[in-house]
């Protein structure tokens, strides 16, 4: 790169450039996505890839397959999204994030290649993915495990990928007013990262989901293989076992039982096709496993706090569990904020019980129902909440200040996101 470049893509606003394509907002489809890659070079050619598509578990999917093959010696890219604090959290190769000068750099190479006003003219998340391909490119990655962003079928990630393995994880009713009203409808977009030939690996699905699963894998002539959950052993929530091997898991909750079947699964196939993946590295790396905001457990100023993402019904269901089986039959403080686009009564429903106590907050720039909604929504689906309040996020630090209990903060990846990057900040989390 030129020196009068390389001064560009350090100082120039990307930021601003993002925010100003976000203002399309998601727009699907393949056709800006290939013809990008193409202005590109295709970097995305001749690097394997593992594709990861479902409504829920597929970032912790992700996170544990890269770990795995980590340890196996191989250099692996990691393609997730949304991202938490820093848009960098997307890209990240063997345990690191692409540093923000290459992110920089990265993007404003695409810009100076775009024409304004095609019609062809990428979105954000089109931009996002090729500077990932670029990145893996020049990082001479050997494998990358690609989280898709929204349905499967006209997402950017699925604009020419050298699949070797497609992976579906829990299907659920999300993103209807994109994917379809109903569950079959959502299970055929997922579908879509099913090619031809090149086996699939499914969680468990329900009875119509796998119907629409079975059907296109059969018409593309693709191997469809369904992972059995693991199971806890000795009532260690850490401690597993799937197919009469143990495992300790890094993630907890019953969701990532499931989500670790579909992992070890998954190895599997890839043993099939030849990957030399051994066993030390199978266990190591789920031992090792950490995605942030997924049953996360921080400490600040004393107090216990949880955060997790749940985002839609499914995830509150397991992120239920979790609360039942972690605090028995003790009542919990929830702070919750919620996305517009979601079912946010149905959410409540799955996660209150009677006692609990219910603060609800705002989720800073993005559209979201109101403390005053949620709160009127609470009392609804559960009238034997014990307290019921709003938070401004901003004062969120004097807030949790005034309490002992354990607060568990879900409801929205970016309100995880804008607590962790605010109040949290700095602080050491873990996946206990």
Known sequence: MAKTEAARSASWDWQGWLDHLDRAGVVLGLERM???????????RGIPVIHVAGTNGKGSVCAALAEVLCRVGMKVGRYTSPHLVSWQERIWVN?????ECDWARLLAEIQARLTPGSELYPTQFDVTTAAAWLYFREQQVEVVVLEVGLGGRLDSTNALPETQVAVITSIGMDHWERLGSTLPAIAAEKAGIIKPGIPTVTAPQKPEVMEVLLRVAEHQGSPLWVAPPAYEISQDPHRVIWEGKVYTLGLLGPVQRINMGVVLKTVGVLRQLGWGIPETAVSQGL?????????????????????????????????????DHRFAQRPVQWLIGILSTKDAQGMLSALLRPGDRVAATGIPGHNCYSPQTLLALAHQVQPQISTAETVDIHHLSSWLTGGRDPVILCGSLYLLGSVLGSVLAGVQGENP
């Open 95 to 99: 345990g690191k994030v692409i540093p």
């Open 287 to 323: 031992a090792n496993t950490i995605w942030a905001g997924r049953l996360q457990r921080v400490t600040w100023q004393g107090r216990e706090i949880w955060l997790d993402g749940a985002h839609n019904v499914p995830g509150a269901e397991g992120l239920r569990q979790f609360v």
């Open 34 to 44: 290939q013809a990008l890659l193409g202005l590109l070079g295709h970097p995305q």
